[in-house]
């Protein structure tokens, strides 16, 4: 343990130091393999169903549509969500679509090129299975959702439509206006409160999951806050599924939610999960620049904008004339230039990185100098502003709510900003993490985007996981049998508890100076400066010096007022923020171990002649998985090496 | 900026609540509303005080988890969510009242925080269609005419905030309620159940505790998805249909 860290340090679970990460990736014909291992899974007797339970955390789109499918299948489901209803996860803020291989369009989709655009633009660093099953069960999808009444868009014909999305080159998105999110999770929501109505599943919102219970070397239950009354509970079931979404929030300035945490995958980790791929995160290029230390969090705009934006800056560094003002041949169109087949839509790592040099460079504009133009005159011109308010309406009224310009007429100003995370808890194919029972499933899990996820690919993998994987697949982990039977008596339950509890005491009890969000804050700037876009070994070693000081004063100096036992919003936020701060660690460690740029993960030491990320998949085409070894200590690193049978790894180009 | 806070503080759902002032100095105009009241936080905190509850999540006018009763008006002067409500809507020197929702159906919780668990009732009851995981058709096989289709989504464009209630003299929901029942009417996949799902849902939003609609036209007016009055002819329109062909709902 190190110096600093002084506390008393909860036991962590030993049980899993010797696993060694067999993925159970099947093998065959790629197109034969999800078919294939359903096949070979074992089946739980309808019959016999409902005499397991399953507790399903999070209610976003891979957890609520995981727990209506289970409950329609006939397992007992308990559910939880820290919200006040589960419509509020965050999934629901997505805006810009879902994709799928239907080839409505007859532009030459197909289950097999999604599949191929995923890997590639993953940059070889996701697992080709997992990735073919995704592509296969997108189509199901779109056909669940509109049976559930999902009012995607439609054209004149009555028949859906379609658009292409950041970097594909069919159209192969489906959406619903700019609020696709918000419709998919409300269909995932009525299927599940159809399900509650049916007396299957039992909510339990308003509830926060805040460590993991291991009986006999198997996940068995959780514990929770009831975040009205402070009550600290355990439940307990036959299986655990984390759907609880990313950790971008680490970063405190986020597209995520303020609510969004990392506190279920963190404390399961700590319990034994392997973390991969920690500091695989994404970096979204179109939100809204930030304007000034109070700032509480950053907002994303649909990055379909780039369909009919142009992107550009000044030429001249320094350059502070209104935007009308600068002529055309002063202006510099940088993506079209570099990279003239993608242009604006090249993928988002690609458009930030440049946004982030062009900004570097003392280019950028605006008040803060974080910004550059995306600007729509020339749509405007050429299809007139009613089409253009017909495609981006509800984005540009949002824009100019919170910035009070007008995008008709003043271009807008975009800076990248932390949208995604896709590193998580590892899982096997069967998505399965490697604590027995514990099943992790969408953004919480690290499997299907590799370094880098395409644009319009979250919606159709939380959804592919909860309506059509995890409910085959937990099948075959409980159908294996050999279960205790366990309640909340259980020894284990009350020391987990009572492990909770402490920690809720000894936040409560510090009485420091300084507030939760201060040290949030802190530590967001630490990680966002030498762990965001563009990283190099001295900055990540700076942040691994600086990060456990951080930790080491949140724990003498913070405070944390109020009491455990009603509503206290300050004491939630510690537990998260504490958990932050031992992720920015490992996240950093991770970082500094690949020295390789790969996706949205810019390495300063491994770049082309021309300043391009330079992948190096002799030393780095693995999975890294971390293993907990107490805070403070070094993780131990697993690999579980890719191997690339479809998809030859080429360098990525969109010149 | 500077302003004067009257905040709505109320430490548990069985104790009084009362008015509180508090003086805030140094409010920049970019400001949203939440960050605000996070730096009014900040300062209680530091203070020794209890910070003041209030519900958000997303900040983006999506998730429908905050709303405060902004001088009187259900999220305030721009008809728009609360997290998206910039302190340049308010004038200098202003007195801002800030109070959570009222309505019998969303009883206060802490501050300014309500239980609005009545409206996921509300589509426990039927706002959903019956379809299972699986075995559905083609999307494709079902033509919807991009009118319908449209009109649809203008009805699950409600976000669940609860503001309709706020704003309603009688505490209605029938706003929300006729969202879901136009969103799902609407559609050829919602017609099986289209009677059915009317009749339980009012008589679930009644059950509540909700009051009824007399056209007052409020939740409209503040709400920050723009969800027309039409809706609620439509569903009145369904209801009275309803009643002649599925009869009274209590003997079911």
């Not at chain 1, 690609?350 to 460079?361: G, I, M």
């Not at chain 2, 721009?78 to 019998?104: G, N, Y």
Request: hydrophobic share 35%.
């Amino acid at each position: 343990m190190s110096e600093t860290t002084t506390r008393a340090e909860p036991r962590t679970t030993t049980e899993f130091r010797n696993v060694t990460l067999e993925s159970r990736a099947p093998s065959g014909p790629i197109e034969q393999r999800w078919d294939q291992h359903r096949f070979n899974m074992k089946l739980v007797n309808p019959a016999n169903k409902r005499k397991y339970t399953i507790i399903v955390v999070g209610s976003g789109l891979a957890g609520g549509s995981a727990a209506a499918t289970l409950a329609e299948l006939g397992y007992n489901v308990l559910c939880f969500c820290y919200q006040d209803s589960p419509r509020r996860a965050h999934s629901i803020a997505a805006q810009g679509g879902i994709n799928a291989a239907k080839n409505y369009q007859n532009d030459g989709d197909s289950i097999y090129r999604l599949f191929y655009d995923t890997v590639k633009g993953g940059d070889f660093r996701s697992r080709e299975s997992n990735v073919y099953r995704l592509s296969q069960v997108s189509v199901n999808i779109i056909d669940q959702c509109v049976a559930q009444g999902v009012p995607f868009a439609r054209d004149y014909g009555g028949l859906l439509d379609n658009r292409s999305f950041g970097g594909a080159q069919v159209s192969r998105t489906f959406y619903a206006r700019g609020q696709t999110g918000q419709q998919l999770l409300l269909g995932a929501y009525q299927a599940l409160e159809r399900q509650i109505a049916a007396g299957k599943v039992k909510m339990f919102t308003r509830s926060e999951m805040l460590d993991l219970v291991i009986i006999n070397g198997r996940a068995r239950g959780i514990v929770t806050r009831d975040m009205v009354n402070g009550k600290i509970e355990s439940h307990v079931a036959d299986a655990v599924v984390l759907g609880t979404g990313g950790y971008g929030n680490v970063f405190y300035l986020s597209t995520n939610a303020k609510g969004c945490n990392t506190t279920a995958i963190w404390r399961s980790h700590r319990r034994g999960a392997f973390f991969a791929n920690p500091c695989f995160t994404q970096i979204h290029p179109t939100c809204i620049p930030v304007t000034g230390e109070h700032q509480s969090k950053l907002t994303l705009m649909s990055e379909s904008l780039r369909n009919d934006g142009r992107i550009w800056v000044p030429k001249q560094a320094g350059d502070t004339r209104p935007p009308h003002q600068i002529p055309e041949n002063e202006r510099e169109y940088y993506l079209e230039e570099r990279y003239p087949s993608f242009g604006n839509l090249v993928p988002r790592d690609v458009a930030s990185r440049n946004a982030k040099q062009v900004c570097d460079e003392g280019r950028g504009v605006g008040p803060s100098g974080l910004g550059v133009y995306l600007d729509f005159a020339d749509a405007i011109n050429r299809l007139g502003a009613n089409v253009i308010r017909q495609r981006y309406g509800n984005l540009f009224d949002m824009y100019e709510r919170i910035t009070a310009e007008n995008p008709y007429e003043v271009p807008m100003r975009i800076y990248p900003a932390i949208h995604y995370t896709m590193g998580g808890l590892w899982v096997d194919y069967e998505l399965q993490s490697t604590i027995p029972g514990l099943f992790v499933i969408g953004e919480a899990n690290f499997s299907d985007h590799g370094a880098n996820r395409l644009g319009a690919s979250a919606l159709m993998q939380g959804l592919a996981d909860g309506y059509f994987v995890l409910p085959y697949t937990i099948g075959n982990y409980l159908a294996q049998g050999g279960f205790d039977k366990v309640s909340t008596d259980n020894p284990v339950c009350r020391e987990v508890e009572a492990e909770v509890a402490d920690r809720m005491t000894q936040l409560l009890s510090i009485n420091g100076k300084r507030t939760v969000d201060s040290f949030h804050r802190e530590l967001g700037k630490v990680v966002w400066e030498y762990c965001g876009m563009s990283r190099s070994a001295d900055g990540l070693k700076k942040a691994l010096q600086r990060i456990p000081e951080i930790r080491a004063e949140f724990w003498e100096n913070v405070n944390v007022p109020g009491q455990n036992e009603n509503l206290n919003q300050s004491l939630e936020k510690a537990g998260r923020v504490a958990d932050f701060m031992e992720l920015a660690e490992l996240m950093c460690t991770d970082a500094l171990h690949r020295n390789e740029s790969c996706g949205g993960h810019f390495r300063e030491e491994s770049q082309t002649p021309e300043g391009e990320a330079l992948r190096d998949d002799a030393n780095f085409s693995y999975v890294a998985a971390w293993q907990f070894n107490g805070v403070g200590n070094k993780p131990i690193l697993n690999k579980e090496q890719l191997s690339f049978e479809y998809v030859h790894p080429t360098q990525r180009s969109y010149k | 900026m500077k302003f004067t806070l009257r905040i709505w503080r109320q430490k548990s759902p069985k104790e009084w609540g009362r008015f509180v002032n508090y003086k805030l100095d140094d409010v920049s105009p970019d400001m949203s509303f939440l960050e605000m009241l996070d730096i009014l936080n900040e300062e209680l905190i530091t203070k020794g005080d209890d910070p003041i509850a209030f519900d958000h999540d997303c900040r983006e006018g999506i998730c429908g988890m905050c709303g405060l009763v902004i001088n009187g008006i259900a999220h305030g002067p721009e008809q728009t969510t609360t997290c998206q409500l910039h302190m340049r809507s308010f004038k200098h020197v202003d007195t801002i009242t800030i109070e959570p929702w009222r309505a019998t159906a969303f009883p206060v919780i802490k501050d300014l925080v309500v239980d609005r668990t009545s409206f996921d009732r509300i589509i426990q009851s039927g706002g959903y269609i019956s379809v299972s995981t699986g075995g559905v058709p083609d999307a494709n096989t079902l033509p919807i005419a991009k009118d319908n289709a449209d009109m649809s989504m203008d009805g699950a464009a409600c976000i669940g905030c609860g503001a309709c209630v706020a704003a309603c003299p009688n505490g209605s929901a029938m706003l929300f309620t006729a969202a879901k029942v136009g969103h799902l009417g609407l559609l050829p996949q919602g017609q099986p159940e289209r009677y059915d799902r009317v009749l339980y849902m009012v008589h679930q939003m009644d059950e509540e505790g909700f009051g009824g609609c007399t056209n007052i036209g409020e939740c409209s007016a503040v709400c920050p998805k723009e969800i027309s009055m039409d809706f609620i002819a439509r569903m009145n329109r369904d209801l009275i249909k309803a009643n002649f062909i599925k009869g009274d709902i209590e003997k079911k």
